[in-house]
């Protein structure tokens, strides 16, 4: 059975899925955004994480 977990890149601060104990999971996951190497705990596969507003809001186009 499969886990998942939201949480930031440790190096660029991206905001992720961790999605333990599915195809594809890795010990060594990349990040999807910087392609650093994520230290995990469990075998991970990483996605980014689009489902959640930004933190950070994006700024208005000039008129």
Do not use: I, W, Y
């Not at 010990?27 to 996605?47: G, I, K, S, Y």
């Amino acid at each position: 059975m499969g886990f998942a977990r939201f949480g930031p890149c440790p190096h660029c601060h991206a905001p992720l899925s961790f999605l333990e104990g599915v195809a594809g999971s890795q010990m060594n996951p990349q990040c999807p955004c910087c392609h650093e190497v994520v230290t995990v705990q469990r075998a991970t596969f990483l996605m980014a994480d689009h489902s959640r507003a930004a933190t950070v809001p994006k700024p208005k186009a000039g008129r």
